[in-house]
């Protein structure tokens, strides 16, 4: 959970495995740094924040720290 100029709100999710999924330019965040989110949860809004050029949802995915396309 954080916040900086270039992706705005930001929600980092560690599944294990080396696989960690990002979400970024939220609007709101309902979860804690180290809280533990469950399957189904929704935990943050999409938005606007950050460098961004209208409201929408970037979404990364890592696996043993390569992004993935």
Same mark, same amino acid.
């Given at each position: 959970? $954080?916040?900086?100029? #270039?992706? /705005?709100?930001? %929600?980092? *999710?560690?599944?294990?495995?080396?696989?960690?999924?990002?979400?970024?330019?939220?609007?709101?965040?309902? %979860?804690? #740094?180290?809280?533990?989110?469950?399957? /189904?949860? *929704?935990?943050?809004?999409?938005?606007?924040?950050?460098?961004?050029?209208?409201?929408?949802?970037?979404?990364?995915? #890592? %696996?043993? $720290?390569?992004? *993935?396309?």
């Amino acid at each position: 959970v $954080g916040e900086d100029a #270039r992706s /705005g709100r930001f %929600v980092v *999710i560690d599944h294990g495995a080396g696989v960690r999924t990002t979400y970024c330019h939220l609007s709101a965040i309902h %979860v804690a #740094r180290g809280e533990t989110v469950a399957s /189904g949860a *929704i935990f943050a809004a999409s938005g606007n924040t950050g460098r961004s050029t209208g409201p929408h949802l970037h979404y990364g995915l #890592r %696996v043993a $720290g390569e992004p *993935i396309d």
